[in-house]
């Protein structure tokens, strides 16, 4: 990369860039980019930062951060001039949207793209970014006769059709959101009232319970009817589908698009007219995992935990699928050994391995299979394996949010099972599992609740596994938040 190319200068966008931003659209998506279509509606929105990255002073690419309501951000328009590929610079970009992002005090950033769009897929999976929604972009016929089978929705309605909303299928595989076009806002009480008194909420049938509902809006892009929203039993989809397909007709459109999840929704929507051209498919991104914060385990450790405590039954599920699928009759044990060794991280056999050379030191059968018995406790109760064990010379340690948290130490005649500091308070004075010895540490009693972080197990006989193991489950109960 040559030097003058690597700082771009990102500013609000001025009406003096619009030539340069349209020349370089038309070299975007072999000359498809729908910028110009939108980039005067964007450079006068008034939710929106519609952004000019500067190269030199020479306007060579986009950016739009939109608040589609308070704390909602929408992130769109991304573009950099293609003689610019490939060197890095969006991160330039990126960051300087996300300055104008923070401004909004977000509650939820999100963003949609091609499920194709490698560049824009990584540039958000690499960024934190969690993939909540698949979707399909479909066009029908928009059609010009025939009244409507069903009829809008009326505000005193709202709660009858926001519970239906709320209780769909369809609410559940976009992650609460809708399809407006490209862009996917939340299906809030608020929107749904204000979709309603637009009139683009249409229910079925048109007298007694609602069993169906479609919502439609009028795309940014060029105003086009958009389906963002639909379901019920399968004819009354395709009723209301064929409905919104006259209403296009009826606002003079000759098509009229639809932006649905995967799945049942878009297959019945499809065979309902909306087939002019093989659906495009999106995929919808949203920063950070839902229900995750900085202060608790991370998303990843809280999944990696999951799939090695479950790796036995999820090799056995995978199995069946591709025994299932496979084009000839194979045999169950070496698909699932294909599975295991290509699909699964295959950890256990790698921690198993390490725990044999470990507890060469104990000197009896007895001793080594309690010791396995309670690192397999650890391993498929709670997925401590891979990344969450550190095995050392002399011990082998278990780690919970960076912080070990347990051990395990093999003597020659017993093996010490240490457990805490790291996860809280949680053994009481009393606490007195078999073993030969149990000692509480002193060190790191908690006046407030009387009780022990820490607790070292002496254990050497085969009815000391099964105590240690409910000691664990106190450690691990207390360190997933459930035992306070
Ligand atoms: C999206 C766009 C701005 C990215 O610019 P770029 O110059 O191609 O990408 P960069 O060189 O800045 O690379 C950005 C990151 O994406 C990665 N990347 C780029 N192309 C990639 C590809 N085809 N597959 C996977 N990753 C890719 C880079 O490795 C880099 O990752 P890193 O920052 O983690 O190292 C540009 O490609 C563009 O304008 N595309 C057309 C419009 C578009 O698709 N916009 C997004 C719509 S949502």
Not at 76 to 85: F, I, K, N, T, W
Not at 391 to 416: C, L
């Amino acid at each position: 990369m040559t030097s003058e190319i690597e700082k771009l200068i990102i500013r609000p966008a001025r009406l003096t860039d619009r030539d340069a931003i349209f020349a370089m659209s038309k070299e975007i998506w072999g000359g498809t980019d729908y910028l110009h279509l939108v980039w005067d509606k964007w450079f006068v929105d008034p939710n929106g930062g519609l952004l000019t990255v500067t190269l030199e002073g020479e306007p060579v690419g986009v950016s739009k951060v939109t608040l589609l309501a308070p704390g909602e951000v929408w992130l769109e328009g991304l573009r950099l001039h293609p003689r610019l590929h490939g060197h890095g610079l969006t991160k330039q970009i990126n960051r300087y949207s996300f300055q104008v992002a923070a401004k909004h005090h977000p509650r939820s950033i999100r963003y949609s793209t091609g499920a194709g769009n490698a560049a824009s897929r990584h540039l958000g999976e690499s960024r934190g970014f969690w993939l909540i929604a698949r979707a399909r972009w479909m066009w029908g016929k928009a059609r010009k006769r025939g009244r409507l089978n069903s009829r809008p929705a009326q505000v005193r309605e709202l709660n009858a059709v926001f519970r239906f909303i709320t209780d769909s299928d369809c609410c559940r595989a976009t992650g609460g959101l809708y399809g407006q076009g490209w862009k996917f806002p939340e299906l809030t009480r608020t929107r749904v009232r204000d979709l309603i008194t637009k009139e683009r909420v249409l229910i079925y049938p048109k007298l007694g319970h609602l069993t169906a509902v479609a919502i439609y809006d009028i795309g940014a892009i060029d105003g086009d009817v958009c389906l963002g929203f639909i379901d019920g039993p399968g004819s009354q989809v395709g009723t209301l589908a064929r409905d919104v397909l006259r209403i296009a007709g009826g606002l003079g459109d000759s098509d009229a698009s639809a932006m649905l999840p995967d799945g049942r929704q878009a297959d019945l929507v499809f065979n309902a007219g909306f087939n002019l051209i093989e659906p495009a498919r999106a995929v919808v991104y949203e920063l950070g995992a839902r229900g995750f914060s900085d202060s608790g385990e991370s998303f990843e450790a809280t999944m990696w935990r999951a799939l090695y405590s479950a790796e036995e039954s999820i090799a056995d599920a995978l199995t069946g699928l591709l025994v299932a699928r496979a084009s000839r009759e194979l045999a169950g044990q070496n698909v699932r050994d294909f599975v295991v060794r290509h699909l699964l991280p295959g950890t256990q056999k790698e921690m198993y391995g390490k725990l044999e050379v470990l507890t060469t030191r104990l000197k009896t059968y007895e001793l080594r299979n309690i010791a396995r018995a309670i690192f397999e406790h650890f391993m498929t109760e709670y997925g401590m394996a891979g990344e969450f064990v550190r095995f050392g010379k002399t011990s082998v340690s278990f780690v919970y949010r960076g912080r070990k948290i347990a051990a395990m130490r093999p003597n020659s005649r017993s093996f010490d099972l240490i457990l805490g500091p790291g996860a809280g308070p949680c053994f009481p004075r009393e606490f007195s599992p078999s073993a030969d010895s149990v000692r509480l540490d002193e060190r790191h009693f908690d006046p407030d609740t009387e009780m022990y972080e820490s607790v070292t197990l002496r254990l050497s006989k085969e009815e000391h596994g099964r105590s240690a193991r409910a000691a664990i489950d106190t450690l691990m109960r207390r360190a997933l938040g459930n035992g306070a």
